[in-house]
């Protein structure tokens, strides 16, 4: 009997690992789905019907948090970016409103994350400069 039961506990420890929102996996994409929320580890294009749900195409919302350094460095260049593009962009503070990125069924895994047009965009290994962040959003949202 125990020789059944402890590779059982062994096999739902590790799947639980795999989907826990703690971790982000390890498959190349690095997006967990647990309960119909997108948890974003790297640069992936959300699924139509939550792009649809929350009109998100087109848009440009910029999830961050305080006392993130790199947050400090990329949210004044997209703030730039908008106002040079004459654009409205959504920012999102985890810590002071943590509910709106529950109402989009979203939770990145790192910060900051920008969603342009419905794909999430995520600097995990370096920061992106301004330059960067302009030409992902001209493009997506066809500005010349």
Not at 90 to 112: A, C, T
Request: hydrophobic share 40%; glycine share 4%.
């Amino acid at each position: 009997m125990k020789k059944t039961i402890l590779p059982l506990i062994a096999l739902v420890v590790a799947v639980s690992m795999c989907v826990s929102p703690d971790n982000p996996g390890t498959n190349s994409t690095d997006v967990v789905v647990t309960n119909n929320v997108f948890y974003i580890g790297e640069t992936m294009d959300l699924p139509a019907s939550t792009c649809e749900e929350h009109d998100l195409y087109g848009k440009v919302i910029v999830i961050h948090q305080t006392g993130c350094g790199a947050c400090e460095r990329v949210v004044p260049a997209l703030e730039e970016i908008e106002d040079e593009l004459n654009l409205t962009f959504e920012y999102v503070n985890l810590q002071v409103d943590p509910s709106r990125i529950f109402e989009l069924n979203i939770q990145p895994f790192y910060v900051p994350t920008v969603i342009i047009d419905c794909t999430a965009y995520v600097s995990k290994e370096s920061i992106w400069n301004k330059d960067k962040y302009m030409t992902i959003i001209s493009g997506r949202l066809g500005i010349q």
